[in-house]
Nanobody, 111 residues
Framework: QLRLVQSGGGLVQPGGSLRLSCAAS????????WGWYRQAPGKQRELVAT???????NYGDSVKGRFTISRDNAKKTVYLQMNTLKPEDTAVYYC?????WGQGTQVTVSS
């Protein structure tokens, strides 16, 4: 059974950095696409970034140049490095793959 367990997140000041992790279990990992999405209060869930099995990445326009998605196939883990964070990045972040979702992680950017 596929399970995605997230870690990281929290409170950070504007301009700061955070890294999110998402560990997968119960599935083959390296050939699939994994992604991060986020949902702010009162807004729809939106794409943050995806990474294919071949390592090709795709980013939402609002995070390009600031966020980096990566994967460690040996650890079955996908990461989201978030730099130069802005208050508008505040949201619950979810990892996703194979139609499964992580439990969600709150990221709050505030002074």
């Amino acid at each position: 059974q596929l399970r995605l367990v997230q870690s990281g997140g929290g409170l950070v000041q504007p301009g700061g950095s955070l890294r999110l992790s998402c560990a997968a279990s119960g599935t083959i990992f390296d050939i699939y696409t994994w992604g991060w999405y986020r949902q702010a209060p009162g807004k729809q869930r939106e794409l943050v970034a995806t990474i294919t099995g071949g390592g090709r990445t795709n980013y939402g326009d609002s995070v390009k140049g600031r966020f980096t998605i990566s994967r460690d196939n040996a650890k079955k883990t996908v990461y989201l490095q978030m730099n130069t964070l802005k208050p508008e990045d505040t949201a619950v972040y979810y990892c996703n793959g194979l139609a499964a979702w992580g439990q969600g992680t709150q990221v709050t950017v505030s002074s």
